[in-house]
């Protein structure tokens, strides 16, 4: 099957139109030159009779004009008004093409000697004849574009060969064939040449992406060693009892700011990933949003916020768990974060999470651009990449989330597991 918008289609199409355009040229060209030629054997005939029957009248004045079925004659002297029919008697001198009923003629008007001479000549049965000549022609012209289409799919399948297998080459290329240039592969010179731009994008992709790599293990190790230093810290701080209520609680923000930079590297690596799938049965949903809960409580300390929480265990994802509580995390945080009053509720059933609050809620015209990298309302005090991640993390397994909020009345963000 030959696409609609392909190379190959097009190929085709032109090859076709080409051989319709050359087609009806040639058709045009037969007929008009049959028809001049049949106009003009026509004249020649009208006048060679002219002379004949002049040069006949000339020897005996007497002589009566042509009359036989193809061809009649009338002559009419100098000031006589009879003898010629009213649709000849007044044509002037020349040629002409007169319709008489049914019938066609070719008429030829002469003056010659104080007399007027016509010849008409029954081109009917001609004109029947150039017609069906045009009919056959108009068949042939079609038989002639079918078979150009017909080459046209044969030919364009040969012409952009080289350009599928190239297409084929690239698309099943493994990471181990790529020291293997693709020009060596290929002998025709346009070919050749589109391989050895592929060959150099595939180099410069190569080495974009190692510089990536590296820079993403380099960066990996040094912050993970970096965040390593400062929760141990952390930890033996928290763990001295001389330290004053104001004094624990800033090493408990800077021990939280530091787990949240690990959660976020992690899942940011994670991402990165090509397979994100967990192995084995998956990732309990419930034990991880449970888990988020109670890990992002310490957000409401101090506010009148009511917090429910229903879980299903049933649910399991073939996902990491890591991701997993990335999603679920980011999404209580927000609750947790945006509701000074009222309540947030967490609700996990066998296929969906629904998180909802009684906050600020987004803006109207801020909505459609909530899960855009970086966005921030006027309120926010985040980085702007939490809902950003969640979208993200969802596009990866096939997830669908929906998120619904009236400003000062609060949001819903629902998550629906199931592809």
């Known amino acids: 099957m030959i696409r609609l918008h392909s190379l190959r289609a097009r190929v085709a199409l032109y090859f076709t139109g080409l051989g319709a355009l050359l087609s009806v040229v040639m058709a045009m060209t037969m007929y008009q030159s049959a028809h001049d030629l049949s106009v003009r054997l026509v004249d020649e005939t009208l006048t060679a009779e002219l002379d004949d029957y002049i040069a006949r009248r000339a020897r005996n004045p007497l002589s009566l004009p042509p009359s036989t079925v193809i061809v009649q004659g009338y002559v009419r002297e100098e000031g006589e008004t009879g003898g010629v029919p009213d649709y000849l008697a007044t044509l002037p001198p020349g040629r002409h093409d007169v319709r008489v009923g049914n019938l066609f003629y070719r008429a030829a ?71 293997l240039p693709l020009v060596d592969q290929f002998h025709d010179r346009e070919i050749e040449e589109l391989a050895g731009v592929f060959d150099r994008q595939l180099s410069r992709m190569r080495a974009f992406m190692e510089r990536e790599r590296a820079l993403g293990a380099d960066m990996s190790h040094e912050l993970r060693t970096a965040l390593a230093v400062i ?56 034990a991880v949003v449970e888990e988020a809960v109670e890990k992002q409580r310490h957000l409401l300390a101090g506010k009148p916020v009511q917090v429910d929480v229903q879980t299903d265990p049933a649910l399991n994802v073939a996902a990491d768990c890591g991701l997993v509580d990335i999603l679920v995390s980011n999404l209580v945080r927000n609750a947790f974060a945006y509701t000074t009053a009222g309540s947030v509720t967490v609700r996990q059933d066998s296929h969906s999470l629904v998180i909802s609050d009684t906050g600020r809620g987004i803006p109207a015209d801020a909505i459609n651009q909530a899960f855009l990298r970086h966005f921030r309302d006027i309120a926010s005090t985040g980085a702007g990449i939490g809902l950003s991640l969640v979208k993200r993390i969802s596009d990866r397994y096939g997830w669908q989330v929906r998120l619904e909020s009236t400003e000062h009345q609060g949001t819903t963000v629902t998550v629906t597991f199931a592809r």
């Not at 000549?121 to 150039?130: G, T, V």
């Open 109 to 179: 008007v002469l003056d010659r000697d104080s007399a007027r001479y016509y010849l008409l000549y029954d081109i009917s049965l001609k004109l029947k004849r150039e017609q069906r000549f045009a009919q056959q022609l108009t068949i042939v012209a079609i038989a002639l574009t079918l078979l150009s289409a017909l080459l046209g799919i044969l030919l364009s399948g040969v012409a952009v060969a080289p350009v599928a297998d190239l297409a084929a080459r690239v698309r099943h290329r493994k990471p181990e064939d790529w020291d």
């Open 231 to 286: 929760l141990s810290a952390t930890e033996v701080l928290l763990s001295d009892d001389r330290l004053d209520a104001k004094q624990r609680a800033r090493v408990q923000r800077i021990d939280r700011a530091a787990h949240d930079m690990a959660e976020l590297g992690t899942a940011l690596l994670l991402m990165a990933r090509e397979d994100h799938t967990q192995p084995g049965s998956g990732c309990q949903v419930s």
